[in-house]
């Protein structure tokens, strides 16, 4: 898992060979932050191709002149390009949180199901009084 940097020397990690300016970016501000094991590294690779992918593509998409194309029965149909795009949202989306890079207010970060069920636990107990304070008022109550 990604941990906070201690007082390691750095590694002078370079990013991969090949990125453009959006990998590049996603690159130094993971890697130069974050101790990642060699799997972590590989997956933030990943992660930095489909950012520079994702530039090209919204780039492509911002050049069309229509959003709206004829499909094969003449009916109107998103341009495909924007559902290419959504994709690589997903696909980033899902590569940088498999990194599972630490909070503000952590040392190590949890893994995403792991995030997933203290927010949960979370939402479920709040409003909700510790048992003790919901004992006295009821015996407050019962007093009456």
Do not use: F, I
Request: one cysteine or more; a positive charge; aromatic letters at 2%.
């Amino acid at each position: 898992m990604a941990g906070r940097p201690s007082d390691v020397p750095d590694l002078g990690l370079r990013p991969p060979s090949g990125l453009k300016a959006p990998g590049k970016r996603l690159w130094s501000a993971v890697a130069g932050l974050y101790v990642l094991t060699p799997a972590e590294l590989a997956n933030l690779a990943e992660a930095c191709r489909t950012c520079d992918e994702l530039d090209r593509l919204e780039r492509a998409v911002r050049a069309l002149s229509e959003l709206v194309v004829s499909g094969s029965t003449g009916q109107p149909k998103v341009h495909p390009l924007l559902e290419e795009v959504r994709r690589h949202r997903l696909l980033l989306e899902r590569l940088t949180s498999a990194l599972n890079l630490p909070d503000q207010d952590e040392e190590v970060g949890s893994r995403a199901g792991s995030r997933h069920a203290r927010r949960a636990a979370e939402g479920r107990w709040k409003g909700h009084m510790p048992n003790g304070k919901l004992a006295e008022l009821r015996a407050a109550d019962w007093g009456r």
